[in-house]
């Protein structure tokens, strides 16, 4: 089963930051724009941020906006997040996964963001 493994999660201080990262040990999804997605306690998955298959084009929600920065090493075939200036509104299980619900696989274990006020 093609699987998506994220990690680089754990517990910071507002204003601190993380880099997570998604690794897809076969290249499955080498030529398919990534997004990270994050699901809060009670709430709906939501999108984050994406970057096209290339590494040339990001996109961002407006709420993370000049805090997170997404990327890929092609090479390593892995994609990162990179978060700063956190707040304890980006708790959350963050998620990869293909940009395009299209052929989308299921979701991975996803790895927990918790920042303390």
């Known amino acids: 089963q093609v699987q998506l493994v994220e990690s680089g999660g754990g517990l910071v201080q507002a204003g601190g930051s993380l880099r997570l990262s998604c690794a897809d040990p076969?290249?499955?999804?080498?030529?398919?724009?990534m997004g990270w997605f994050r699901q809060a306690p009670g709430k709906e998955r939501e999108f984050v941020a994406s970057?096209?298959?290339?590494?040339?084009?990001?996109s961002y929600a407006d709420s993370v906006k000049g805090r997170f920065t997404i990327s890929r090493d092609r090479a390593k075939n892995t994609v990162y997040l990179q978060m700063k200036s956190l707040k304890p509104e980006d708790t959350a299980v963050y998620y990869c996964?293909?940009?395009?619900?299209?052929?989308?696989?299921?979701w991975g274990q996803g790895t927990q963001v918790t920042v303390s006020s």
């Open positions: 996964n293909k940009n395009s619900p299209t052929g989308r696989p299921g």
């Open positions: 076969g290249g499955t999804f080498s030529t398919y724009d």
């Open positions: 970057i096209s298959w290339n590494g040339r084009s990001t």
